[in-house]
């Protein structure tokens, strides 16, 4: 991606944003683009921006544009499908009835109504010998479709339907779909017993591969005039559709959403605080990537770098779009 003046940010404004960005010790690497152009890349502590890192939960933004991109190809139906349609064989022996029933719509906002297998039941989960089968036998908590229970079992049933429906690894699917067109490496990561890379967790990409994965969404699917991902899907998965209880954001189809200093953003989030903003208004993408060992919460490392971004990085977008210069 290239560099054009900075992309246009006044220099004494990228001062500011690398001053701030440093003083954050969870912080490991800053990229910002604006309008395509890279206005600031650098690693203030850990490896270079070009090599790849564990994205945590950002995997699940990855899995729900592969969920879109096998929906635009035919290879999976469309998000209202049960899971029984989809990947009939996963659903194991003694799984409640109303698990058949379960949508693809439902894995992708979380709402499947499944005992979670993230938070405190995290261990168990990965540390049993069937993480589908574990994720699929919980008990229902809530009904399916009604609210948000953060969950990376959903992710993982969504990456070994889309397996299942497509004979072929999720891995495989994210190379060819995301990796090639996009020149970015795609490194395998965890498998599962089963051997179903893992949906929803421990990807590994570097922070330049997450801003042209940021980019590519901010184009509207599009990247070097060749379609990756259509328009609906991009509007579906920006489209509020459930809320998180922990930040109180809304959430789509693997993105979550809110509004600061006035615009709209789009932004996936992993542990630690690995974070890819998306700001259509002014252009921007943003990748940030943390110290992966250390929480990242809301009012702490995360809300730091939602500060940052509101009052620094967007404030200074928001006065180079004033200013006219293009």
Do not use: C
């Not at 560099?3 to 003083?23: G, K, Q, V």
């Not at 008990?139 to 990456?159: D, I, K, N, R, W």
């Amino acid at each position: 991606m290239p560099a054009a003046a900075a992309a246009e940010f006044d220099p004494s404004a990228l001062d500011r944003i690398r001053r701030r960005a440093r003083s954050l010790g969870q912080l490991n690497a800053l990229m910002i683009a604006r309008d395509g152009n890279v206005a600031l890349a650098e690693s203030f502590r850990g490896p270079p921006v070009a090599r790849p890192v564990n994205v945590k939960s950002v995997s699940k933004t990855i899995v729900a544009t592969l969920v879109g991109a096998a929906i635009d190809r035919g290879v999976l139906p469309g998000v209202g499908t049960p899971l029984a349609e989809v990947a009939p064989s996963l659903i194991p022996k003694g799984a409640d009835p109303k698990v058949r029933d379960i949508t693809l719509a439902d894995l992708l906002t979380m709402q499947a109504g499944l005992e979670r297998t993230s938070g405190q039941n995290y261990g168990r989960w990965v540390e049993s010998p069937d993480w589908v089968a574990f994720a699929l036998t919980r008990p229902f908590v809530a009904e399916p479709g009604q609210g948000m229970l953060y969950s990376t079992g959903s992710y993982h049933l969504l990456g070994a339907a889309l397996a299942r429906a497509s004979g072929r690894s999720l891995h495989e699917l994210a190379g060819e779909w995301l990796g090639r067109p996009l020149d970015i490496a795609v490194p395998p990561w965890t498998r599962d017993p089963q051997g179903f890379y893992m949906g929803g967790n421990n990807m590994a990409l570097s922070p330049l591969a997450l801003l042209r994965f940021g980019e590519l969404w901010r184009r509207g699917g599009v990247w070097e005039g060749e379609r990756l991902l259509s328009r609906a899907w991009i509007e579906a998965s920006w489209t509020p559709r459930t809320r998180s209880v922990y930040s109180g954001d809304d959430y789509g189809y693997g993105w979550f959403l809110t509004r600061l200093a006035g615009h709209d953003v789009a932004y996936a989030r992993g542990y630690g605080g690995q974070m890819l903003y998306v700001v259509r208004s002014l252009g921007l993408t943003v990748v940030v990537t943390s110290d992966p060992t250390r929480p990242a919460r809301s009012e702490g490392h995360v809300g730091d770098l939602k500060a940052l971004l509101a009052q620094e990085i967007i404030q200074a977008a928001g006065r180079a779009q004033g200013s006219g210069r293009r």
